[in-house]
């Protein structure tokens, strides 16, 4: 299955149906699958990555906050990704993030995801990918 890797810039749509961790991948309906940009979790096994920024948050801890800021979890995948039952996203293309994913920035109906995560203690931004700037100019649904 190709994934599509959405092009910087582009407005899309993600109705979301499983997380991976705090900060993405997001798999969506629609096919791509987001990686949140401007923000760093810790990795499930509570690791973090060289280079990245370290919240305090387990990596754990972190992916549940974002399956609760998306919508409702609703098991548990084959792969070890949370299934989810969600609204909509609305989200900003920055262009290919790792390996199949998108880098974006999405907004629900509790207002940007990263920023989100940040707010609550479970992601701290990442400024290399634009983490200082955004969150301080996102206009939120709230």
Not at 45 to 74: E, Y
Not at 81 to 94: D, G, K, T
Request: contains cysteine; positive net charge.
């Amino acid at each position: 299955m190709s994934v599509p890797i959405i092009a910087a810039g582009l407005l899309f749509t993600c109705t979301p149906t499983a997380v991976w961790d705090g900060d993405g991948p997001i798999w969506c309906a629609e096919g791509p699958r987001i990686r949140l940009a401007g923000i760093a979790a810790r990795e499930l096994d509570g690791s973090c990555r060289p280079g990245q920024p370290c919240p305090t948050a387990s990596g754990v801890a972190a992916r549940d906050a974002l399956v609760r800021l998306i919508g409702t979890a609703t098991g548990t995948a084959s792969t070890g990704h949370i299934l989810v039952s969600a609204a909509p996203l609305r989200c900003q293309s920055e262009g290919p993030g790792k390996g199949t994913r998108t880098a974006a920035w999405c907004v629900g109906a509790r207002g940007d995801l990263s920023c989100a995560m940040v707010r609550s203690g479970y992601a701290l931004r990442w400024d290399r990918y634009g983490g200082r700037e955004v969150c301080a100019n996102r206009h939120e649904a709230h």
